[in-house]
Protein backbone atom coordinates (compact mmCIF):
# COMPACT_ATOMS: atom_id res chain seq x y z
CA UNK A 1 0.00 0.00 0.00
CA UNK A 2 2.50 2.42 1.13
CA UNK A 3 4.73 1.62 -1.81
CA UNK A 4 1.73 2.17 -4.11
CA UNK A 5 1.33 5.24 -2.88
CA UNK A 6 5.00 6.00 -3.50
CA UNK A 7 4.90 5.14 -6.96
CA UNK A 8 1.61 7.02 -7.54
CA UNK A 9 3.33 10.04 -5.69
CA UNK A 10 6.49 9.85 -8.21
CA UNK A 11 5.00 9.43 -11.21
CA UNK A 12 2.75 12.40 -10.89
CA UNK A 13 5.26 14.85 -9.99
CA UNK A 14 7.76 13.13 -12.87
CA UNK A 15 4.27 14.10 -15.27
CA UNK A 16 4.07 17.47 -13.35
CA UNK A 17 7.56 18.19 -14.19
CA UNK A 18 7.24 17.17 -17.73
CA UNK A 19 4.22 19.42 -18.06
CA UNK A 20 5.72 22.63 -16.56
CA UNK A 21 9.00 22.03 -19.12
CA UNK A 22 5.93 21.71 -21.99
CA UNK A 23 4.22 24.98 -20.99
CA UNK A 24 7.72 26.53 -20.58
CA UNK A 25 9.33 25.67 -23.82
CA UNK A 26 5.89 25.78 -25.84
CA UNK A 27 5.08 29.49 -24.52
CA UNK A 28 8.48 31.07 -25.10
CA UNK A 29 7.80 29.65 -28.71
CA UNK A 30 4.58 31.17 -29.30
CA UNK A 31 5.23 34.57 -27.70
CA UNK A 32 8.53 34.84 -29.72
CA UNK A 33 10.33 37.92 -29.71
CA UNK A 34 7.79 39.67 -27.54
CA UNK A 35 8.94 38.35 -24.81
CA UNK A 36 12.56 39.15 -24.72
CA UNK A 37 11.32 43.00 -26.34
CA UNK A 38 9.69 43.34 -23.27
CA UNK A 39 12.36 42.14 -20.78
CA UNK A 40 15.22 44.65 -23.19
CA UNK A 41 13.06 47.55 -23.70
CA UNK A 42 10.12 47.71 -20.88
CA UNK A 43 12.40 47.77 -17.64
CA UNK A 44 14.13 51.70 -17.97
CA UNK A 45 13.53 51.17 -14.20
CA UNK A 46 13.45 49.07 -11.37
CA UNK A 47 9.73 49.80 -10.90
CA UNK A 48 8.68 49.10 -15.13
CA UNK A 49 11.27 46.14 -14.71
CA UNK A 50 9.11 44.42 -11.65
CA UNK A 51 5.90 44.47 -13.90
CA UNK A 52 8.03 43.33 -16.79
CA UNK A 53 9.46 40.49 -14.42
CA UNK A 54 5.90 39.62 -13.04
CA UNK A 55 3.99 39.29 -16.70
CA UNK A 56 6.94 37.08 -18.22
CA UNK A 57 6.94 35.28 -15.73
CA UNK A 58 2.99 34.78 -15.50
CA UNK A 59 3.02 33.75 -19.10
CA UNK A 60 6.20 31.21 -19.37
CA UNK A 61 5.01 29.87 -16.00
CA UNK A 62 9.22 29.91 -14.98
CA UNK A 63 10.64 32.23 -12.86
CA UNK A 64 14.13 29.93 -12.88
CA UNK A 65 13.97 30.12 -17.18
CA UNK A 66 12.88 34.24 -16.81
CA UNK A 67 16.15 34.65 -13.86
CA UNK A 68 18.12 33.39 -16.74
CA UNK A 69 17.36 35.61 -19.52
CA UNK A 70 17.75 38.19 -17.38
CA UNK A 71 21.15 37.37 -16.77
CA UNK A 72 22.02 36.53 -20.20
CA UNK A 73 20.57 40.41 -20.85
CA UNK A 74 22.75 41.75 -17.94
CA UNK A 75 25.48 39.96 -19.49
CA UNK A 76 25.16 41.02 -23.01
CA UNK A 77 25.14 44.03 -21.33
CA UNK A 78 21.15 45.32 -22.38
CA UNK A 79 20.11 46.10 -18.71
CA UNK A 80 21.72 47.67 -16.35
CA UNK A 81 22.31 45.52 -12.68
CA UNK A 82 19.70 48.02 -11.73
CA UNK A 83 16.98 47.07 -14.32
CA UNK A 84 18.14 43.66 -13.84
CA UNK A 85 17.24 43.53 -10.03
CA UNK A 86 13.67 44.86 -11.43
CA UNK A 87 13.34 42.20 -13.15
CA UNK A 88 13.95 39.76 -10.77
CA UNK A 89 12.27 40.97 -7.73
CA UNK A 90 9.25 40.66 -10.57
CA UNK A 91 9.74 37.21 -11.51
CA UNK A 92 9.24 36.26 -7.52
CA UNK A 93 5.81 38.14 -7.56
CA UNK A 94 5.06 36.50 -11.31
CA UNK A 95 6.00 32.66 -10.25
CA UNK A 96 2.90 32.58 -8.06
CA UNK A 97 0.73 32.38 -11.14
CA UNK A 98 1.30 28.60 -10.36
CA UNK A 99 -0.22 28.47 -7.02
CA UNK A 100 -3.02 30.13 -7.89
CA UNK A 101 -3.47 27.36 -10.99
CA UNK A 102 -2.93 24.58 -8.41
CA UNK A 103 -5.79 25.86 -5.61
CA UNK A 104 -8.56 27.32 -7.75
CA UNK A 105 -8.32 25.09 -10.96
CA UNK A 106 -6.60 21.95 -10.06
CA UNK A 107 -8.89 21.52 -6.62
CA UNK A 108 -11.97 23.63 -7.41
CA UNK A 109 -12.98 21.90 -11.23
CA UNK A 110 -13.26 18.40 -12.36
CA UNK A 111 -10.08 18.26 -13.43
CA UNK A 112 -10.96 15.44 -16.31
CA UNK A 113 -13.35 16.60 -17.40
CA UNK A 114 -10.71 19.84 -19.57
CA UNK A 115 -7.28 18.00 -18.60
CA UNK A 116 -7.85 15.77 -21.51
CA UNK A 117 -9.71 17.83 -24.23
CA UNK A 118 -6.68 20.46 -23.60
CA UNK A 119 -4.12 17.49 -23.84
CA UNK A 120 -5.74 16.30 -27.20
CA UNK A 121 -5.87 19.89 -28.54
CA UNK A 122 -2.38 20.33 -27.87
CA UNK A 123 -1.37 17.53 -29.57
CA UNK A 124 -3.14 17.80 -32.86
CA UNK A 125 -2.19 21.41 -33.28
CA UNK A 126 1.64 20.60 -32.13
CA UNK A 127 1.80 17.60 -34.97
CA UNK A 128 -0.78 19.18 -37.72
CA UNK A 129 0.20 22.95 -37.35
CA UNK A 130 2.68 24.34 -39.98
CA UNK A 131 3.90 26.91 -38.14
CA UNK A 132 6.47 27.45 -35.29
CA UNK A 133 4.42 29.60 -33.40
CA UNK A 134 1.06 27.33 -33.67
CA UNK A 135 3.31 24.18 -32.60
CA UNK A 136 4.26 26.17 -29.55
CA UNK A 137 0.84 26.91 -28.73
CA UNK A 138 0.23 23.34 -29.08
CA UNK A 139 2.28 21.85 -26.80
CA UNK A 140 1.72 24.81 -24.11
CA UNK A 141 -1.96 23.51 -24.26
CA UNK A 142 -0.84 19.93 -24.12
CA UNK A 143 1.69 20.97 -21.16
CA UNK A 144 -1.73 22.39 -19.46
CA UNK A 145 -3.49 19.77 -19.86
CA UNK A 146 -0.38 17.01 -18.38
CA UNK A 147 0.03 20.12 -15.82
CA UNK A 148 -3.39 19.21 -14.48
CA UNK A 149 -3.56 15.03 -15.38
CA UNK A 150 -0.48 15.50 -13.24
CA UNK A 151 -1.98 17.32 -10.45
CA UNK A 152 -4.64 14.77 -10.19
CA UNK A 153 -2.21 11.91 -9.35
CA UNK A 154 -0.53 14.07 -6.81
CA UNK A 155 -3.95 14.38 -5.05
CA UNK A 156 -4.90 10.77 -4.89
CA UNK A 157 -1.25 9.98 -3.55
CA UNK A 158 -1.28 12.31 -0.61
CA UNK A 159 -4.94 11.22 0.27
CA UNK A 160 -3.72 8.05 0.20
CA UNK A 161 -1.06 9.20 2.43
CA UNK A 162 -2.85 11.60 4.88
CA UNK A 163 -4.67 8.43 6.54
CA UNK A 164 -1.25 7.12 7.33
CA UNK A 165 0.59 10.01 8.47
CA UNK A 166 -1.40 12.90 8.04
CA UNK A 167 -2.22 12.88 11.85
CA UNK A 168 1.29 13.19 13.02
CA UNK A 169 2.61 15.83 10.37
CA UNK A 170 -0.86 18.28 11.06
CA UNK A 171 -0.11 18.01 14.72
CA UNK A 172 3.47 19.10 14.06
CA UNK A 173 5.06 16.19 15.91
CA UNK A 174 8.21 16.68 13.12
CA UNK A 175 10.44 19.37 14.41
CA UNK A 176 9.68 23.24 13.51
CA UNK A 177 9.50 25.26 10.93
CA UNK A 178 13.12 25.00 9.64
CA UNK A 179 12.43 21.98 8.86
CA UNK A 180 9.91 22.61 6.65
CA UNK A 181 11.73 25.51 5.25
CA UNK A 182 14.52 23.14 4.68
CA UNK A 183 12.51 20.46 2.95
CA UNK A 184 10.88 23.09 0.76
CA UNK A 185 14.44 23.93 -0.11
CA UNK A 186 15.87 20.71 -1.12
CA UNK A 187 12.69 20.21 -3.09
CA UNK A 188 13.14 22.70 -5.63
CA UNK A 189 16.86 22.26 -5.92
CA UNK A 190 16.31 18.53 -6.64
CA UNK A 191 13.06 19.46 -8.95
CA UNK A 192 15.35 22.70 -10.01
CA UNK A 193 11.40 24.25 -10.18
CA UNK A 194 9.93 25.95 -7.57
CA UNK A 195 6.45 25.85 -9.24
CA UNK A 196 6.55 21.51 -8.57
CA UNK A 197 8.10 21.90 -4.74
CA UNK A 198 4.90 24.40 -4.30
CA UNK A 199 2.63 22.09 -6.00
CA UNK A 200 3.54 19.14 -3.81
CA UNK A 201 3.06 21.88 -0.95
CA UNK A 202 -0.05 22.71 -1.94
CA UNK A 203 -1.30 19.56 -2.72
CA UNK A 204 -0.10 17.98 0.37
CA UNK A 205 -1.80 20.62 2.50
CA UNK A 206 -5.04 19.96 0.43
CA UNK A 207 -5.08 16.38 1.50
CA UNK A 208 -4.64 17.38 5.15
CA UNK A 209 -1.03 15.68 5.14
CA UNK A 210 0.46 19.10 5.94
CA UNK A 211 -0.87 21.60 8.51
CA UNK A 212 -0.97 25.53 7.20
CA UNK A 213 1.99 27.00 9.20
CA UNK A 214 4.18 24.03 8.46
CA UNK A 215 3.41 24.08 4.27
CA UNK A 216 3.71 27.81 4.68
CA UNK A 217 7.45 27.47 5.92
CA UNK A 218 7.72 24.75 3.03
CA UNK A 219 6.35 27.85 0.60
CA UNK A 220 9.00 29.88 2.32
CA UNK A 221 11.85 27.24 1.68
CA UNK A 222 10.90 26.94 -2.31
CA UNK A 223 10.71 30.18 -2.31
CA UNK A 224 14.47 30.41 -1.25
CA UNK A 225 15.29 27.13 -3.52
CA UNK A 226 14.99 29.02 -6.80
CA UNK A 227 18.28 31.03 -6.05
CA UNK A 228 19.97 27.78 -6.93
CA UNK A 229 19.27 28.31 -10.26
CA UNK A 230 20.76 31.50 -10.77
CA UNK A 231 23.46 30.43 -8.68
CA UNK A 232 24.35 27.84 -11.05
CA UNK A 233 23.92 29.62 -14.05
CA UNK A 234 26.64 32.14 -13.08
CA UNK A 235 29.48 29.85 -11.85
CA UNK A 236 31.44 31.51 -15.31
CA UNK A 237 29.63 34.29 -16.15
CA UNK A 238 30.51 37.87 -16.35
CA UNK A 239 31.03 39.83 -12.98
CA UNK A 240 27.72 41.61 -13.55
CA UNK A 241 25.79 38.46 -13.94
CA UNK A 242 27.28 37.09 -10.67
CA UNK A 243 26.21 40.42 -8.87
CA UNK A 244 22.26 39.68 -9.93
CA UNK A 245 22.27 36.03 -9.39
CA UNK A 246 23.83 37.85 -5.34
CA UNK A 247 20.84 40.35 -5.57
CA UNK A 248 18.30 37.43 -6.58
CA UNK A 249 19.35 35.84 -3.19
CA UNK A 250 19.45 38.43 -1.25
CA UNK A 251 16.06 39.41 -2.38
CA UNK A 252 15.09 35.99 -1.34
CA UNK A 253 17.07 35.37 1.87
CA UNK A 254 15.74 39.05 2.91
CA UNK A 255 12.01 38.50 2.09
CA UNK A 256 11.86 34.80 3.04
CA UNK A 257 13.92 36.03 6.78
CA UNK A 258 10.98 38.67 7.50
CA UNK A 259 7.94 35.88 6.34
CA UNK A 260 9.55 33.30 8.40
CA UNK A 261 10.40 35.53 11.29
CA UNK A 262 6.91 37.19 11.36
CA UNK A 263 4.81 33.61 10.35
CA UNK A 264 1.98 34.16 13.02
CA UNK A 265 1.71 37.89 12.12
CA UNK A 266 2.00 37.09 8.62
CA UNK A 267 -0.90 34.15 8.26
CA UNK A 268 -3.00 36.28 10.36
CA UNK A 269 -2.93 39.16 7.59
CA UNK A 270 -3.58 36.06 4.87
CA UNK A 271 -6.20 34.86 6.87
CA UNK A 272 -7.99 38.10 6.79
CA UNK A 273 -7.30 38.52 3.21
CA UNK A 274 -8.64 35.14 2.36
CA UNK A 275 -11.82 35.68 4.78
CA UNK A 276 -12.29 38.67 2.30
CA UNK A 277 -11.55 36.83 -1.01
CA UNK A 278 -14.36 34.44 0.54
CA UNK A 279 -10.94 31.21 -0.03
CA UNK A 280 -10.51 30.70 3.72
CA UNK A 281 -11.54 27.32 3.24
CA UNK A 282 -9.37 25.70 0.83
CA UNK A 283 -5.42 25.19 2.24
CA UNK A 284 -4.17 25.47 -0.82
CA UNK A 285 -5.78 28.67 -2.19
CA UNK A 286 -5.05 30.00 1.31
CA UNK A 287 -1.14 29.14 0.84
CA UNK A 288 -1.31 30.30 -2.69
CA UNK A 289 -2.52 33.76 -1.22
CA UNK A 290 0.20 33.66 1.34
CA UNK A 291 3.11 32.71 -1.70
CA UNK A 292 1.95 35.86 -3.49
CA UNK A 293 1.74 38.44 -0.40
CA UNK A 294 5.23 37.49 1.23
CA UNK A 295 6.69 38.18 -2.04
CA UNK A 296 4.37 41.19 -2.70
CA UNK A 297 5.65 42.43 0.84
CA UNK A 298 9.08 41.45 -0.27
CA UNK A 299 9.03 43.52 -3.16
CA UNK A 300 7.79 46.81 -1.63
CA UNK A 301 10.78 46.30 1.56
CA UNK A 302 13.71 46.03 -1.27
CA UNK A 303 12.14 47.92 -4.38
CA UNK A 304 13.22 51.37 -2.74
CA UNK A 305 16.65 49.78 -1.50
CA UNK A 306 17.51 48.47 -4.79
CA UNK A 307 19.54 51.42 -5.86
CA UNK A 308 21.60 51.11 -3.00
CA UNK A 309 22.02 47.10 -3.28
CA UNK A 310 23.11 47.62 -6.98
CA UNK A 311 25.81 50.25 -5.75
CA UNK A 312 27.13 47.68 -3.29
CA UNK A 313 26.74 44.88 -5.53
CA UNK A 314 28.96 46.96 -8.11
CA UNK A 315 32.16 46.81 -5.51
CA UNK A 316 32.03 42.90 -5.79
CA UNK A 317 33.08 40.70 -8.49
CA UNK A 318 35.53 43.92 -10.13
CA UNK A 319 37.30 42.51 -13.27
CA UNK A 320 40.45 44.62 -14.44
CA UNK A 321 38.25 45.05 -17.70
CA UNK A 322 35.71 47.14 -15.63
CA UNK A 323 39.02 48.86 -13.77
CA UNK A 324 40.04 50.33 -17.60
CA UNK A 325 36.30 51.64 -18.15
CA UNK A 326 36.09 53.41 -15.53
CA UNK A 327 36.84 57.24 -15.85
CA UNK A 328 39.60 58.37 -13.34
CA UNK A 329 39.40 61.99 -14.21
CA UNK A 330 36.07 63.08 -15.10
CA UNK A 331 34.47 64.51 -11.87
CA UNK A 332 30.85 65.67 -12.40
CA UNK A 333 31.68 68.51 -10.20
CA UNK A 334 33.42 69.96 -12.78
CA UNK A 335 30.67 70.35 -15.43
CA UNK A 336 29.74 73.76 -14.03
CA UNK A 337 33.55 74.68 -14.97
CA UNK A 338 33.82 74.29 -18.56
CA UNK A 339 37.82 75.05 -18.44
CA UNK A 340 38.67 72.66 -15.68
CA UNK A 341 36.09 70.03 -17.46
CA UNK A 342 37.93 70.27 -20.80
CA UNK A 343 41.26 69.15 -18.65
CA UNK A 344 40.18 66.83 -17.30
CA UNK A 345 38.31 65.53 -20.51
CA UNK A 346 42.28 65.52 -22.12
CA UNK A 347 43.52 63.84 -19.29
CA UNK A 348 40.75 60.88 -19.89
CA UNK A 349 41.45 61.21 -23.21
CA UNK A 350 45.05 60.48 -22.69
CA UNK A 351 44.08 57.43 -20.82
CA UNK A 352 41.91 56.18 -23.08
CA UNK A 353 44.07 56.24 -25.87
CA UNK A 354 47.00 54.46 -23.80
CA UNK A 355 44.66 51.64 -23.35
CA UNK A 356 43.02 51.28 -26.59
CA UNK A 357 47.13 51.79 -27.81
CA UNK A 358 47.79 48.73 -26.07
CA UNK A 359 45.01 46.63 -27.22
CA UNK A 360 46.20 47.60 -30.23
CA UNK A 361 49.47 46.73 -30.08
CA UNK A 362 48.67 43.19 -28.37
CA UNK A 363 46.66 42.14 -31.48
CA UNK A 364 49.27 43.25 -34.19
CA UNK A 365 52.21 41.68 -32.33
CA UNK A 366 50.32 38.74 -31.16
CA UNK A 367 50.52 39.41 -27.52
CA UNK A 368 46.91 39.81 -27.03
CA UNK A 369 45.05 37.58 -24.38
CA UNK A 370 42.29 35.09 -25.89
CA UNK A 371 39.46 36.54 -28.18
CA UNK A 372 36.91 36.65 -25.45
CA UNK A 373 39.46 38.77 -22.82
CA UNK A 374 40.16 41.11 -26.06
CA UNK A 375 36.74 41.52 -26.61
CA UNK A 376 36.13 42.73 -23.06
CA UNK A 377 38.90 44.99 -23.19
CA UNK A 378 37.85 46.50 -25.98
CA UNK A 379 33.90 46.76 -24.29
CA UNK A 380 35.89 48.49 -21.26
CA UNK A 381 37.07 51.11 -23.39
CA UNK A 382 33.91 51.74 -25.53
CA UNK A 383 32.89 52.42 -22.07
CA UNK A 384 35.14 54.88 -21.32
CA UNK A 385 34.30 56.19 -24.28
CA UNK A 386 30.91 56.74 -23.48
CA UNK A 387 31.74 58.21 -20.77
CA UNK A 388 34.10 60.71 -21.99
CA UNK A 389 31.24 61.91 -24.58
CA UNK A 390 28.42 61.94 -22.15
CA UNK A 391 30.52 64.15 -19.76
CA UNK A 392 31.56 66.75 -22.69
CA UNK A 393 27.70 66.56 -23.55
CA UNK A 394 26.87 67.48 -19.64
CA UNK A 395 29.04 70.97 -19.27
CA UNK A 396 26.87 73.80 -18.64
CA UNK A 397 26.76 75.21 -22.13
CA UNK A 398 25.34 78.40 -20.94
CA UNK A 399 28.98 79.64 -19.26
CA UNK A 400 31.29 78.66 -21.65
CA UNK A 401 33.20 80.25 -24.50
CA UNK A 402 33.21 79.33 -28.35
CA UNK A 403 36.76 78.12 -27.81
CA UNK A 404 35.74 75.76 -24.79
CA UNK A 405 32.81 74.64 -26.89
CA UNK A 406 34.72 73.86 -30.16
CA UNK A 407 37.49 71.83 -27.70
CA UNK A 408 34.14 69.74 -26.29
CA UNK A 409 32.96 68.97 -29.26
CA UNK A 410 36.60 67.72 -30.40
CA UNK A 411 37.17 66.06 -27.23
CA UNK A 412 34.20 63.67 -28.56
CA UNK A 413 34.89 63.50 -31.65
CA UNK A 414 38.55 62.15 -30.58
CA UNK A 415 36.60 59.66 -28.25
CA UNK A 416 35.40 58.62 -31.32
CA UNK A 417 38.18 57.52 -33.17
CA UNK A 418 39.40 56.05 -30.27
CA UNK A 419 36.56 54.09 -29.68
CA UNK A 420 36.08 52.77 -33.24
CA UNK A 421 39.68 51.07 -32.76
CA UNK A 422 39.01 49.47 -30.31
CA UNK A 423 36.02 47.63 -31.46
CA UNK A 424 38.33 47.01 -34.76
CA UNK A 425 41.24 45.31 -32.40
CA UNK A 426 39.67 42.13 -32.37
CA UNK A 427 39.81 41.50 -35.92
CA UNK A 428 43.34 42.65 -36.53
CA UNK A 429 44.25 39.98 -33.90
CA UNK A 430 41.97 37.90 -36.44
CA UNK A 431 43.96 39.00 -39.14
CA UNK A 432 47.62 38.15 -37.50
CA UNK A 433 46.07 35.06 -36.82
CA UNK A 434 44.66 34.23 -40.03
CA UNK A 435 47.74 35.43 -41.81
CA UNK A 436 49.84 32.92 -40.02
CA UNK A 437 47.90 29.79 -41.16
CA UNK A 438 48.58 30.63 -44.99
CA UNK A 439 49.96 28.18 -46.28
CA UNK A 440 51.74 29.55 -49.43
CA UNK A 441 54.52 30.96 -47.72
CA UNK A 442 54.82 34.20 -50.03
CA UNK A 443 51.30 35.30 -50.05
CA UNK A 444 52.16 34.58 -46.05
CA UNK A 445 55.16 36.82 -45.77
CA UNK A 446 53.15 39.55 -47.70
CA UNK A 447 50.54 39.21 -45.50
CA UNK A 448 52.59 38.98 -42.20
CA UNK A 449 54.63 42.09 -43.53
CA UNK A 450 51.42 44.37 -43.38
CA UNK A 451 50.92 43.20 -40.06
CA UNK A 452 54.46 44.58 -38.88
CA UNK A 453 54.32 47.44 -40.94
CA UNK A 454 50.61 48.58 -39.15
CA UNK A 455 52.16 47.21 -35.34
CA UNK A 456 55.48 50.13 -36.84
CA UNK A 457 52.86 52.74 -37.06
CA UNK A 458 51.46 52.68 -33.85
CA UNK A 459 54.58 52.53 -31.90
CA UNK A 460 56.32 54.84 -33.89
CA UNK A 461 53.55 56.99 -32.90
CA UNK A 462 53.53 56.52 -29.38
CA UNK A 463 57.07 57.66 -29.03
CA UNK A 464 56.69 60.32 -32.06
CA UNK A 465 59.84 61.38 -33.15
CA UNK A 466 60.00 64.78 -35.67
CA UNK A 467 61.85 64.39 -39.08
CA UNK A 468 63.43 67.24 -41.01
CA UNK A 469 60.34 67.82 -42.70
CA UNK A 470 58.79 68.64 -39.54
CA UNK A 471 56.23 65.44 -39.84
CA UNK A 472 56.58 63.33 -36.75
CA UNK A 473 57.97 59.56 -37.45
CA UNK A 474 54.39 58.18 -37.82
CA UNK A 475 53.32 60.11 -40.66
CA UNK A 476 56.54 59.43 -42.32
CA UNK A 477 55.93 55.45 -42.12
CA UNK A 478 52.57 55.98 -42.76
CA UNK A 479 52.95 55.76 -46.62
CA UNK A 480 54.99 52.09 -46.29
CA UNK A 481 51.99 50.83 -44.55
CA UNK A 482 49.69 51.91 -47.12
CA UNK A 483 51.82 50.29 -49.73
CA UNK A 484 52.26 47.01 -47.38
CA UNK A 485 48.60 47.50 -47.46
CA UNK A 486 47.89 47.37 -51.06
CA UNK A 487 50.74 44.91 -51.56
CA UNK A 488 48.53 42.06 -49.36
CA UNK A 489 45.55 42.69 -50.78
CA UNK A 490 47.28 42.41 -54.36
CA UNK A 491 48.61 38.94 -52.85
CA UNK A 492 45.71 37.31 -51.28
CA UNK A 493 43.58 38.71 -54.81
CA UNK A 494 46.09 36.53 -56.65
CA UNK A 495 46.58 33.85 -54.09
CA UNK A 496 42.55 33.09 -54.45
CA UNK A 497 42.50 33.55 -58.03
CA UNK A 498 45.34 30.85 -58.69
CA UNK A 499 43.71 28.47 -56.09
CA UNK A 500 46.41 28.77 -53.32
CA UNK A 501 43.47 30.00 -50.94
CA UNK A 502 40.01 29.34 -50.70
CA UNK A 503 37.18 31.97 -51.30
CA UNK A 504 36.10 32.30 -47.83
CA UNK A 505 39.84 32.64 -46.50
CA UNK A 506 40.24 35.10 -49.13
CA UNK A 507 37.50 37.17 -47.83
CA UNK A 508 37.90 36.92 -44.16
CA UNK A 509 41.59 38.09 -44.67
CA UNK A 510 40.45 41.19 -47.56
CA UNK A 511 37.90 41.85 -44.14
CA UNK A 512 40.55 41.97 -41.92
CA UNK A 513 43.07 43.81 -43.45
CA UNK A 514 40.55 46.18 -44.10
CA UNK A 515 39.66 46.71 -40.76
CA UNK A 516 43.22 46.34 -39.67
CA UNK A 517 44.00 49.50 -42.09
CA UNK A 518 40.65 51.68 -40.10
CA UNK A 519 42.36 50.99 -37.01
CA UNK A 520 45.50 52.44 -37.99
CA UNK A 521 43.64 55.23 -39.22
CA UNK A 522 41.57 55.92 -36.01
CA UNK A 523 44.28 55.25 -33.71
CA UNK A 524 46.76 57.74 -35.50
CA UNK A 525 44.13 60.51 -35.96
CA UNK A 526 43.53 60.68 -32.41
CA UNK A 527 47.18 60.26 -31.67
CA UNK A 528 47.97 63.40 -33.61
CA UNK A 529 44.80 65.19 -32.30
CA UNK A 530 46.38 64.74 -29.08
CA UNK A 531 49.97 65.56 -29.26
CA UNK A 532 48.59 69.16 -29.19
CA UNK A 533 48.15 71.35 -25.99
CA UNK A 534 44.61 72.18 -27.34
CA UNK A 535 42.26 69.14 -28.27
CA UNK A 536 40.53 71.02 -30.27
CA UNK A 537 43.06 73.36 -32.50
CA UNK A 538 45.10 69.81 -33.26
CA UNK A 539 41.57 67.94 -34.32
CA UNK A 540 40.59 71.01 -36.29
CA UNK A 541 44.16 71.14 -37.76
CA UNK A 542 44.18 67.16 -38.15
CA UNK A 543 40.68 67.48 -40.06
CA UNK A 544 41.64 69.86 -42.77
CA UNK A 545 44.63 68.14 -43.60
CA UNK A 546 42.64 65.31 -44.22
CA UNK A 547 39.44 66.72 -46.12
CA UNK A 548 40.04 65.53 -49.14
CA UNK A 549 40.75 62.09 -48.31
CA UNK A 550 39.18 58.99 -48.57
CA UNK A 551 38.71 57.13 -44.88
CA UNK A 552 36.07 55.17 -43.21
CA UNK A 553 36.09 56.60 -40.03
CA UNK A 554 32.88 57.46 -38.73
CA UNK A 555 33.15 60.92 -39.17
CA UNK A 556 34.30 60.42 -42.82
CA UNK A 557 37.54 61.29 -42.80
CA UNK A 558 40.65 59.30 -43.18
CA UNK A 559 44.42 59.95 -41.87
CA UNK A 560 45.83 58.78 -45.11
CA UNK A 561 44.13 57.92 -48.17
CA UNK A 562 45.39 54.71 -49.49
CA UNK A 563 43.21 52.95 -52.28
CA UNK A 564 39.72 51.75 -51.42
CA UNK A 565 39.32 48.22 -50.98
CA UNK A 566 37.46 46.31 -54.19
Not at 39 to 51: E, Q
Not at 132 to 155: I, N, S, V, Y
Not at 418 to 440: G, K, N, S, Y
Request: with cysteine; glycine share 10%; proline share 3%.
Amino acid sequence: MNLQIALNAAGGLALFLLAMLMMTEGLKVFAGRGLKQLLGRWTSTPVRGVFAGMLVTGVVQSSSAVTVATIGFVNAGLLTLREGLGVIFGTNVGTTMTGWLVSLVGFGLRIEAFALPMLTVGVVLRLMAQSKRRQGLGEALAGFGLFFLGLAMLKDAFGGLAGVYGATLADGVIAGRLTFVLVGFVATVLTQSSSAAIAIILTAAAGGVVAIEPAAAAVIGANLGTTSTAAIAVIKATPGAKRLAIGHIVFNLVTGAIALALLPLVLWLVARVAGWLDVAGSPAAFLALFHTLFNVLGVLIMLPLANRLAGLLERMFRSAEEDLGRAQHLDSTLTALPALAVAALREELLRLRAIVTGIAQGALAGKATAPVALERQADAARQLGAAVANFAASVRAGVMSEDVAEELARAIRTGRYLVEAARLAPQADALRTQAARITDADTRAIVMQAVAAAAGCLVIDEHPVTTSAGDTGATAVLPRFGQAYERAKTAVLAAAVARRLSTDAAEALLDALSATRRLVEQLLKANRALRSPGVAAAAASGHEANSAAAGSDPDGDSAYAPARDG
